[in-house]
């Protein structure tokens, strides 16, 4: 099965099973791409792993986006999963708006999303509902915003001698 | 022992001193300060590529046993020179602190390369912007990372402190008002 069917059989599969959740499906740069409604995102991930067809049983990462200018739709999530048997890799996309940051957490379907899901609750302040130990895992305890933002800058706030001329800030 | 061999080992040169027959009196100070000079115990704090180039200043072709130094000590209690080459992230400072306030007086920092000194080009939010927010620092060794000549340059900085430190640093005012402002003892 190439992507092309590949991206086929799996919108069937997720339009017969969900309905709407489904928002879009695309093909970027020769990878089938899904865009979801947040709410079943859990959902689909189970049963995208359960099905004997496509058995994506491998979930090769998930990260945390941000574009400020999509309003209302600041914030997604996107996972890459992979399915070991049969080689076949998608890509699965989740946004919702930053005043409320929150989606279903995977982790009752792959364990190791634990880390991952916490990674971008430090980053992104991305709230997964129902992670069994959502807190800081890189940055210090005791920071106050989430760094990757895009709203905060990369530079130190405690450094003074940089200025604009020298520096470009 | 013949002559070619012996002119090649280098010893210390003794302290100004009174000599006489049998005897030799100096100042406390300056017997203890060549003691130290001349065996400073480095603790190497190497969290980057830094501490690569200071592998290579320890090792034979430069060879830190010349200065008295090749005994690392890798636990503070031991240590007189702590020597922090390399990124020192925000969530390291604790650790940082606490081997610094570990070691025993007289001590001493070095902070070798960019990143120790200001940070570097990790003009970041996770990163320290230099060690001295955290630590005094005694000398600073520019580079990124500095050649293993540089880092030689640095230890002799600091035998140079060791030598004439007085034994009591630690009841001076202007040590006891430095360690408060970095909110230590």
Known sequence: ?169 | MTEIVKSKINIVQAPDGINGPGFFVTMLDKAVGLGRMNSLWPLPFATSCCGIEFMATAAATYDLGRFGAERLSFSPRQADLLMVMGTISKKMIPVVRQVYQQMAEPRWVLAMGACACSGGIFDTYSVLQGIDKIIPVDVYIPGCPPRPEQVIDGIIQIQKLAVSETTRRRNQPEYKALMEKYGME
């Open chain 1, 1 to 169: 099965m190439d992507n092309q069917a590949l991206l086929n059989t799996v919108q069937e599969k997720l339009k017969a099973q969900f309905g709407e959740g489904l928002i879009s499906s695309e093909m970027v740069a020769d990878y089938p791409v899904f865009t979801l409604n947040r709410d079943v995102i859990c959902d689909v991930v189970h049963f995208l792993y359960n099905d004997n067809d496509l058995s994506f049983q491998y979930l090769t990462t998930l990260a945390g986006l941000h574009y400020p200018d999509n309003k209302g739709k600041e914030l997604g999530v996107m996972y890459q999963l992979h399915s070991l048997t049969k080689n076949f890799r998608i890509r699965l996309k989740v946004f919702f708006s930053i005043n409320d940051p929150n989606v279903p957490s995977i982790t009752p379907v792959f364990l190791g999303a634990n880390w991952m899901e916490r990674l971008e609750f430090d980053f992104f302040g991305i709230i997964f509902k129902g992670h069994p130990n959502l807190k800081r895992i890189v940055n210090v305890d005791d920071m106050n915003y989430h760094p990757m933002r895009k709203e905060y800058p990369l530079e130190d706030a405690t450094r003074e001698d940089k200025d604009d001329k020298m520096f470009g800030r």
